[in-house]
């Protein structure tokens, strides 16, 4: 419930902190701009109606913006998974799709860079996934290549405790299924 203290939840404001960020982790997660934008409309319709519930005890708006937009991913992917009502009264039907363990590897990945900082993220995307250097990053964004470093050192080691487990493994390893 609401607690005194608490912020209360404003559809407008919500969407213009973190309707990009749920967007572009929808979009990453299903490949379907259109499915992701039904996604993040309803995820904030399903938040609106559920905003009583919202309280910083069980965490930030964003927090629960994400879990309500990962289950929604979540179900869209499984019924793609799901065979037709039935298939022969639907022209042109075609095999049953079965879920793609990529996808489902992606999204994990998605929701779990989401929980980083915007900083951490940033610095991960840009040397691990795009293949920028530090220093090139470095004169992009005038922070000092230590800094950066620093970053990536952390960043990497939220990132394995959000995907499960503090293994000591091939940094690089993480993002392999991207």
Known sequence: MHQEGDPVFDVREAFAEHG???????????????????????????????????????GSIRTGLFAIVRDLVTDSLRARARPPADPEKIEGASDTVTEDPLAVERLVLYESLATLTSEHRQ????????????QELSERTGVPVATLRTRMYYGLKSLRTALGGGHTHDERNVFAAG
């Open 123 to 134: 610095v991960i995307a840009a040397v691990q996934l795009d293949g920028v250097g530090y």
């Open 20 to 58: 990009g960020a749920l967007f572009a982790y929808a979009v990453n997660a299903l490949g379907d701009r259109a499915e992701a934008e039904d996604c993040v409309q309803e995820a904030f319709i399903r938040a609106w109606r559920s905003r009583e519930w919202f309280s910083r005890s069980r």
